[in-house]
Every structure is written in structure tokens, then in C-alpha cells.
């Protein structure tokens, strides 16, 4: 999405021939991958060979620019050269070989990622995507290719022995190839880079990066806010975690009315604290605090996310901004939530709305997880009290939290019962019952629509948004979460 056109406008500043897949899909052939090339695109070879070799005849080298789309939503460009950035330098795995020379990291690779820092855009070397598998295309242009028995192999051999060729991989988010101001900021900065003949000084690899030379005590713990202001019809769920020993991942989402969304979704390798640029959120002994400024997707139907490529194809890119301040007022005694106020304010698109609501911290517990049917329910009423509960169908994982000021109280025997639309996944309506309680009623106000893997049992597909809550005659607002197995894709 949006791949060849920043590769047009990147031809055009460079001055540079270019090739594009416009019509084979990466899951059928993957011009990425040496082995699927070598066996079902000997064309591409062929042509790569006989471009590089123009370029030489011409001018002596030969410099190869790959560009990959990366769906985060950070602008971020990884830069691929077969090894990784580190504390102590530039690492190569020792099955890899960098595909460029040391000259030219000091000349064209520290150039770009100087450009685009100037464009408060990160360029870091392998961060992501390092371009160092033995099967990666770019690999193909390092001493390796002289082991392939293939002609076209052996004559790039040759190139890359004679330091001829030097050869790249740029992963760019979504803010640098959707259209808008980040894509124009990187291309002017490419053109920048790629403009100079001479080395810059000093070398990006010999130093690393800022948040590599951080104290590594200050390590990020997950937090999460989520609210629904009626008020003004905006919803917002946000959390940051980890999703394994290296990477945290932060989301952004936005309901803005309706069906409209707005969503930021991005991960950090080297994270410092609960921050995932340009999302951040401070925890501390008196509440937490939010803070966001930076590109996000805007769509007009949430439910389009269940095909994630139709959703993103249909999305536009604007800016937010996002400052909210929590202030606890109720803690569960049994999980790490916490209830109280949050008040700020929200900006998309340069439309600003001010928050004033009750809201939940860290409900991590309560989120969908497992392969069973299953329903989270947040409910504030007003900024007094609240009701979060988890039912897990078919199990005695269910459970509900009252929260009161300054207390908070268990629910028994919490169940819930869930209507649908017809198409089993899509709740229109649900009734939460527990002992010594009034029933409480949600309405859903809008959803959203997902699918996420759940092992090798498939997927859940899972249903959330903003809902109106009744409970004894008392009206409140907040968000539900409702997911369900799928056994299969196509399902």
C-alpha cells in the first residue's frame, strides 16, 4: 500500500531507474526471497543483472535501493545492510555479510539517517529488519552469491568483489508512504542523502543510538487508560507491553463517533520506560498520564479492520495530539485495575475535544485472551462508580469488580448473556447478571472488528467499541470487548 508510489517520487529526486511489482501478490511469489526468485521469477535476476551492469558501464558502481512497506505506525524508516545496530557497534550474524562497504556506511548510510533525523524521522540499521537471513534478496549481493551455481549469480559475485555494488533495504512506515507531509519529508531527505558525495562526519554506527546507551534499569512495564466520554462522543483505549524479551508495543485507538476510528499502532526494540514514540504514558504513585502527537490512520468504518489490508487501503493519514490525566479514585483488590478521573483533551485532524470522564487504568485482566468465547465489559457511571467484568464461556474464569470511592467490591456468580445480529459475532446487546445485584444492560454504540490468532487453534475474532450501560435505572458509558473462536480464516 502506497509502496510504489513513494518508490516513483524516490526514482524521480534520485534520478534513479526503478522496478515495481505491480501485479503478484507476496504470498504467491515473494521477489523478496532468493529461493522464490532462483525457481519461479529467473526474469528478475536476468534484469537486475542487466540494469547493474548499465549502471557500471556508465559510472563505475552501481547502488541498489529495496523498498519494503512496514505497517507501523511510527515514522520510521529501518535500514537494512545485513547487520544490526548494537551497544558496541554494527553487528553481523556470522552466517550474513553486510551488503554495503565501510565506506559506504560512512558516506551514503549516515548521510540518509542524518537527512531524515533533521525530518524527525528515526532511521536505525536493523533494528527491525536487518536484512541478514541467507534467503533474503539482499543477500544476493554480498560474497555469497559466488556459491549459487548460476550465471547471473556468479556475475554479481564479481561486481561485489570489485566493490562495485552496494545494495540497501529501506522498511518504512506508514506516516512515510501514505500521502501527506511525512512521506514529502522523507523523500526530500533521501534526496538530501543521496545528493552528497563526500562522507559526513563521524560514523552513526560507531555510535549508538540514544536509547541504546540508557540506563538499562529504567525498563518498560505495561500500562494501559481507556474511557468513553459521552460528552463528547470519544472513546479512547491505549496501552503499552511487551510482546516478547526485546520489543514493546504500543497501541492508540480512538473512537470518534459513530463508526469513525483512529488508530496508531507502533513497537520500540529498545524502549526506555512506557514509551513507544511518539505514544508515551507516565505512570506514578498519584495516577498516570497520556501523551501522544504524531501521525495516525483515520477510517470511517471500524468494521472494515476485519480485512486489514481493505481497512488500511481505506484509511487516511492525519495528525492527533493526545494529553489525559488519570487520577485514581477506586483500586480492585484482586487485579492491578484501577477506576477514577480522566480529564485532557483529544485533537484529530486539528478538531479538539475536551475529556472529562471516568475511566480505567491497567485492565490487562480483563482483556480477550485464550480460544474461548468470551466478554469484557467496562461500564463508568458518571465519575462515582464503575463495573469491569470478564466472562470466559464454558469456564470459571468470570469476573466482575464494582468500583466505588474509595473502595471497590467483588462480584459473585458473574455471568453474562450476549445477543447478536444474526452473524454470531456482532453483539447488539448484553446482560450482565451477578448474585446480589440488578442486571445490567449494555448497548452497544459502535464496533470495531478483528481477528486475532489464537495458536494453532485459529482465530478470535474479536468485537469491541464504544456501549451505553443501564444498571438499576442508572445510566453510564464506556467500551465492551466480545470475542469469539474461529476455527479458519475464511470462516
Not at 66 to 75: D, E, K, P, S, Y
Request: aromatic residues 8%.
Amino acid at each position: 500500500m502506497y509502496t510504489p508510489e513513494i518508490t516513483r517520487e524516490l526514482a524521480t529526486v534520485l534520478g534513479a531507474g526503478f522496478v515495481i511489482n505491480l501485479g503478484m501478490d507476496r504470498n504467491v511469489l515473494d521477489l523478496n526471497r532468493i529461493s522464490q526468485v532462483r525457481k519461479h521469477a529467473r526474469w528478475f535476476i536476468e534484469l537486475l543483472v542487466q540494469e547493474i551492469e548499465h549502471l557500471i558501464a556508465c559510472h563505475g558502481r552501481a547502488e541498489l535501493v529495496f523498498v519494503h512497506g512496514w505497517n507501523t505506525g511510527r515514522a520510521i524508516c529501518d535500514v537494512g545492510i545485513g547487520g544490526v545496530e548494537a551497544r558496541t557497534g554494527l553487528q553481523v550474524p556470522d552466517d550474513a555479510h553486510l551488503t554495503v562497504d565501510e565506506a559506504y556506511v560512512r558516506w551514503r548510510i549516515d548521510a540518509l539517517r542524518a537527512a531524515c533525523a533533521r525530518m524527525q524521522i528515526r532511521a536505525p540499521i536493523g533494528e527491525r529488519y536487518p536484512a541478514s537471513h541467507h534467503n533474503n534478496l539482499l543477500q544476493l549481493f554480498t560474497p555469497r552469491a559466488a556459491a549459487i551455481n548460476d550465471a547471473c549469480a556468479r556475475r554479481i559475485a564479481q561486481w561485489v568483489a570489485e566493490g562495485r555494488i552496494n545494495a540497501l533495504q529501506l522498511e518504512l512506515g506508514i506516516p512515510l508512504r501514505w500521502p501527506g507531509p511525512w512521506r514529502n519529508k522523507f523523500v526530500a531527505a533521501v534526496g538530501d542523502a543521496f545528493d552528497s558525495d563526500a562522507p559526513v562526519s563521524g560514523s552513526a554506527c560507531v555510535q549508538p543510538p540514544a536509547e541504546l546507551r540508557k540506563d538499562p534499569a529504567l525498563r518498560t512495564s505495561s500500562a494501559a487508560l481507556q474511557f468513553y466520554d459521552p460528552a463528547n462522543e470519544i472513546g479512547l483505549s491505549a496501552g503499552i507491553g511487551h510482546a516478547g524479551p526485546r520489543v514493546t508495543t504500543g497501541r492508540l485507538l480512538l473512537f470518534l463517533g459513530g463508526q469513525r476510528v483512529a488508530l496508531f499502532t507502533g513497537e520500540e526494540v529498545h524502549a526506555v520506560g512506557n514509551c513507544v514514540g511518539p505514544l508515551r504514558i507516565i505512570q506514578s504513585a498519584d495516577g498516570m498520564r497520556l501523551e501522544f502527537a504524531g501521525p495516525v490512520l483515520v477510517l470511517d468504518d471500524g468494521a472494515v479492520y476485519l480485512d486489514l489490508e481493505a481497512a488500511l487501503t481505506q484509511s487516511r493519514l492525519v495528525e492527533a495530539e493526545v494529553h489525559i490525566e488519570f487520577e485514581p479514585t477506586s483500586a480492585a483488590a484482586s487485579v492491578a485495575a484501577h477506576f477514577g478521573v480522566a480529564h485532557g483533551f483529544v485533537r484529530v485532524n486539528g478538531q479538539r475535544r475536551e475529556i472529562g470522564t471516568g475511566a480505567f487504568t491497567n485492565a490487562a485482566a480483563f482483556r480477550a485472551s485464550g480460544v474461548r468465547q468470551q466478554t469484557m465489559l467496562a461500564a463508568a457511571f458518571g465519575r462515582k462508580h464503575a463495573v469491569l467484568s470478564r466472562v470466559v464461556e464454558g469456564t470459571s474464569d468470570c469476573t466482575g469488580v464494582h468500583f466505588t470511592q474509595p473502595t471497590s467490591e467483588t462480584l459473585h456468580a458473574v455471568r453474562v448473556a450476549v445477543a447478536t445480529d444474526g452473524d454470531v459475532y456482532t453483539p447488539t446487546r448484553f446482560d450482565l447478571c451477578c448474585d446480589g445485584m440488578p442486571p445490567l444492560r449494555g448497548d452497544p454504540l459502535s464496533r470495531m472488528a478483528i481477528l486475532r490468532p489464537a495458536g494453532e487453534a485459529g482465530y478470535l475474532r474479536v468485537t469491541f467499541g464504544a456501549a451505553r450501560y443501564n444498571w438499576g435505572g442508572e445510566t453510564g458509558y464506556g467500551l465492551y470487548e466480545h470475542a469469539r473462536p474461529v476455527w479458519g480464516r475464511g470462516q
